[in-house]
């Protein structure tokens, strides 16, 4: 027995030698005294870099670091990098070359918040709210995916095409659409027109550098064109400046009146008001908003509302009222830091509920509205905050999650059928527009107005071309569903050879005639 025990005893003590051994060493190694001003991350990194096994790149730590340190915060804080940081701001300021989308990664996912309009995604079929799953046949989804990747894979030189898979709410299988980069344009009035002899219309596609000048000009065209009163159709708008959005509210507020205030922890209250100079202070107004309405737009259309100024038509908006704060660091890069909340006039804020950190559960409440069927019936809408707020006049409004229409419209799906599904989520339509045009291009060149466009289509058998063209793309023709969808069908697809033909003048007209938020518009300023 002594045998044995006698080398398990040295064994034993010769491990207990090296542990006493490293131990003393790892203390040693730990007697710093460092500096009084120097925080725990500096400190780490200094160890880190001094003593780690391997050499370490304390660049790439810091930037690591800094991501995760914004995304504890609220969903809306966010660290750029100095790669990120130009191409970031040249979505307001600054034309460039891409594939003309507005994005946010959620659960690591890229969503797209919105199209611009005019921009080669534009006519495509990429819908605001599609997920890019895929680019170029290749997983686009995870840990890695990042602001600075994504705008990298993206955008390219004009000319060159990316295959995008897209998954869509409602829709099992993937999209896939090829997209030609081009220059992603910059202006966001992307459409003016007369509804009526005496009701102008203006889409506004996002608060921009430019917005304030584009939008004034409109309305003076519009009023010079007979406008007596005003649809402001802010669907989809994704938001931007506050002071663009602040100038705009001013051409409709009497002096005096609050258009929006903020406040924060260590953000003193700051207070826009109208100056009075408006030069539309007493035209009827309707602004249109749904789900994708956010941050600027909430604040346009909440402050008209709360002022009694105009009527708001559509879908809660999204309930973005957090005011961030772009601040510089010493090596080129940046924090978008929510320093503050906004208020309208009312005193609610839009800003929906969220956790800290959880940016993930954030994204899940937006979607949970679809499956709770918000979009869909009034009654499904759930307000997280019952305080009664009350408008100029007295009428009682909600905070907590959006603005509320005054009259909602739900999503209408009364034309539409799988047929039409299939073929508008495969962007059919689109490509049967573009095929008849160059195949027709010398006659349709003898239209120079929509209208008579519109009529020479009417009289074609475009229908019957466009089923026979899906046809040779393996979708059958459902005879009862098609004629079901025959006005959707049609509407879209004329529309679309219009825009080909004539761009947006022709395109907005033609389709916000038969759109049922624009009707409902026209019939209450008809009232």
Same mark, same amino acid.
């Given at each position: 027995m002594k045998k044995f025990l006698f080398p398990s005893l040295v064994i034993l003590a010769i491990l207990i030698g090296f542990w006493i051994g490293s131990s003393a060493r790892a203390q040693r190694m730990w007697q710093f005294t460092f500096p009084p001003q120097q925080s725990k991350i500096e400190q780490m990194l200094g160890i880190m870099q001094a003593y780690y096994v391997d050499s &370490? $790149?304390?660049?790439?730590?810091?930037?690591v670091l800094a991501n995760d340190l914004a995304s504890k915060l609220d969903p809306h804080s966010s660290y750029i990098s100095k790669k990120d940081l130009e191409l970031v701001n040249s979505q307001l300021e600054g034309s460039f070359s891409g594939i003309g989308v507005q994005f946010s990664i959620q659960n690591d996912t890229v969503c797209i918040v919105s199209v611009v309009s005019g921009g080669p995604s534009d006519g495509t079929g990429i819908l605001a709210g599609d997920k890019i799953i895929e680019v170029n046949d290749s997983v686009f989804t995870g840990k890695k995916i990042n602001n600075e990747k994504v705008m990298h894979t993206l955008r390219g030189e004009s000319g060159t095409q990316v295959k995008l898979g897209i998954a869509r709410m409602g829709t099992k299988e993937t999209l896939h659409f090829t997209i030609t980069r081009g220059k992603v344009p910059t202006y966001s009035v992307v459409a003016k027109f007369m509804a009526t002899p005496e009701i102008g219309f203006i889409r506004v596609d996002r608060f921009g550098e430019n917005t304030y000048e584009e939008f004034l000009t409109a309305l003076n065209q519009l009023r010079w064109s007979g406008a007596k009163s005003f649809i402001i159709d802010l669907r989809s708008n994704s938001g931007g400046y506050?002071?663009?959005?602040?100038?705009? @509210? $001013?051409?409709?507020?009497?002096? =005096? #009146?609050? +258009? &929006?205030y903020s406040e924060g922890r260590s953000y003193q209250r700051s207070e826009l008001k109208a100056l009075g100079n408006g030069r539309f202070q007493k035209e009827p107004v309707v602004v249109l908003i749904d789900e994708f309405?956010?941050?600027?737009?909430? +604040?346009?259309? /909440?402050?008209?509302?709360?002022n009694d100024r105009a009527t708001i038509i559509? #879908?809660?908006?999204?309930? !973005? =009222?957090? @005011?961030? $704060?772009? %601040?510089?660091?010493?090596?080129?890069?940046? +924090?978008?830091?929510?320093?503050? *909340?906004?208020? +309208?006039?009312?005193? #609610?804020? %839009?800003? !929906?509920?969220y956790t800290m950190g959880e940016g993930e559960e954030y994204q899940k409440s937006f979607n949970e509205r679809f499956e709770h069927g918000e979009a869909y019936n009034k009654d499904s809408i759930h307000l997280t905050d019952t305080t009664k707020y009350y408008t100029r006049e007295g009428r009682v @409004?909600? /905070?907590?999650? /959006?603005?509320?229409?005054?009259?909602?419209?739900?999503v209408d799906t009364s034309l539409n059928t799988p047929y039409f599904n299939i073929v508008s989520n495969r962007a059919y339509i689109y490509q049967f527009a573009l095929d008849y045009v160059n195949r027709n291009r010398s006659t349709l060149s003898k239209y120079k107005k929509w209208q008579e466009l519109e009529k020479y289509l009417l009289r074609q058998p475009v229908l019957d071309e466009f089923v026979k063209f899906c046809q040779k793309k393996e979708v059958e023709p459902k005879t009862e569903q098609i004629e079901k969808s025959k006005p959707l069908l049609i *509407? $879209?697809?004329?529309?679309?050879? &219009? *825009?080909?033909?004539?761009g947006d003048e022709g395109f907005f007209p033609l389709y916000e005639r038969d759109d049922y938020m624009t009707k409902r518009a026209v019939e209450e300023l008809s009232k």
């Open positions: &370490v $790149n304390t660049d790439s730590l810091i930037e506050l002071d663009r959005c602040a100038k705009m @509210v $001013n051409e409709f507020l009497p002096a =005096g #009146r609050m +258009i &929006v309405s956010a941050s600027a737009s909430e +604040i346009f259309s /909440g402050a008209l509302q709360d559509g #879908r809660r908006s999204f309930g !973005k =009222g957090l @005011v961030q $704060n772009q %601040i510089s660091l010493s090596d080129g890069s940046a +924090i978008r830091l929510t320093v503050a *909340r906004y208020y +309208i006039p009312s005193g #609610r804020c %839009i800003q !929906k509920p @409004v909600y /905070g907590g999650g /959006g603005i509320m229409p005054d009259i909602f419209l739900p *509407r $879209n697809i004329n529309a679309t050879i &219009v *825009r080909d033909m004539l």
